[in-house]
């Protein structure tokens, strides 16, 4: 029988140059494909830094993969990640909200689009270096699991995969501790081995996401306004509402005499709301565009373990569906800066259940 055909997303990384040398040590027929996603074409050959998708990415990946003696290919998905990734991230600071482009990524970009790329030149599956596991069931369907290490979790960022996309995809290092994956990469003489973790956003430098906003979106950018309490009095002046998250202390710019917090982000009368550590704490929330991993859908009232940003170790809470596509939280604590257009991700024991996106 004919070996099974992988394509394995390679970044130029540790993780994922091991990903394709244990998916070939297994017998799988490798394909390796590094995705430029959003350099301008003079950039993409003269990047240095490192970035997940710069020169060094591709000049590593290819010479990760000669030594692995595997086909390599460079994949342009730059339209993908424009509509999905960045259009998609701007449009959400312009409403106030603050979201999370990786999980769009993974979603729209690594999987249904490079997944669909690769079905169509007859792979069989896909893979990546992700810290996590996929498995399936006995109910049947597919779901991500925690890696062993949990350190380096990545499943919060990977909740939003669907069955059809799990189907078909290999999480190879999820088996594996990071530093039994640079041991291998060392073993097998990959000059990758120590090298570093990718940064948060791969597309805005500095963390400096407001200056991308402004230069992505001119004069769509809503202008400064006012800060305001609860109850509508004024404090002062806001830069803009892009500028600011809920629960967020420092940048304020305004001086109380005691620490305050952005409680609330009104869009439609351009306001900050600000508040006490106290006001930021809430016992529930609800969720949008929810999707379903471990479990088919949410019966009744079902108690999950909520995480609501990627570093939230998670919180238990009484699950409910309100509607076609929507949920509600309610914690048995309550959990500090619910934020709107974040992931609420929920997992029933080690296996991510679920989630969607915080209205
Ligand atoms: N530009 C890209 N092209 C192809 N695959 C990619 C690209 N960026 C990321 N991936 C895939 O997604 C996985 C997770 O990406 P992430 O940016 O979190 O990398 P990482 O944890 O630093 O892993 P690595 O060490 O492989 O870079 C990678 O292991 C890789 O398989």
């Excluded at 959990?335 to 996106?357: H, I, K, M, N, S």
């Amino acid at each position: 029988m004919a070996a099974k055909k992988v394509v394995v997303g390679m970044s130029g990384g540790v993780d994922s140059s091991v990903a394709a040398y244990l998916l070939k040590e297994q017998g799988y027929d490798v394909i390796g494909v590094t995705m430029q996603i959003w350099q301008d074409e003079d950039e993409f050959v003269q990047e240095e830094s490192g970035g997940c998708c710069g020169l060094s990415a591709v000049d590593d990946a290819r010479r990760v993969a000669d030594r692995l003696g595997i086909p390599y290919y460079v994949m342009n998905f730059k339209q993908e990640f424009k509509k999905n990734v960045m259009d998609y991230f701007t449009a959400e600071y312009l409403k106030g909200r603050t979201p999370n482009p990786c999980i769009a990524c993974n979603r729209y970009v690594k999987w249904e689009a490079l997944l669909n790329r690769s079905l169509a030149i007859g792979a069989d599956y896909i893979a990546t270096g992700h810290y996590a596991r996929i498995e399936q069931l006995s109910n049947g369907r597919y779901a991500i699991k925690n890696s062993v290490t949990a350190v380096k979790d990545q499943t919060y960022a990977l909740y939003n995969l669907t069955q059809e996309q799990l189907s078909h995809t290999l999480m190879p290092v999820g088996a594996y501790h990071k530093d039994e994956i640079r041991k291998i990469a060392e073993e097998i003489g990959l000059m990758v081995a120590h090298k570093k973790d990718s940064q948060e956003i791969c597309f805005i430098s500095d963390n400096d996401y407001a200056g991308f906003i402004d230069r992505e979106c001119g004069d769509q950018v809503p202008p400064p306004g006012n800060f305001v309490l609860t109850d509508g009095t004024v404090v002062g002046k806001h830069k803009g509402i892009t500028h600011y998250t809920i629960g967020q202390r420092k940048g304020l710019g305004i001086a109380f005499g005691h620490p305050v917090f952005v409680t609330e982000i009104r869009p439609e009368t351009n306001e900050v709301v600000l508040g006490e550590n106290r006001d930021v704490f809430t016992y529930e929330l609800d969720a949008d565009h929810i999707n379903f991993m471990s479990i088919p859908d949410i019966q009744d009232e079902m108690l999950l373990k909520a995480k609501i940003r990627y570093s939230h170790s998670g919180s238990m809470c009484k699950v409910t569906r309100t509607g076609e596509d929507t949920i509600h939280c309610e914690f048995l604590e309550p959990v500090r800066a619910v934020t709107p257009g974040q992931a609420v991700v929920l997992y029933d024991g080690e296996y991510v259940a679920g989630g969607g996106t915080i209205l």
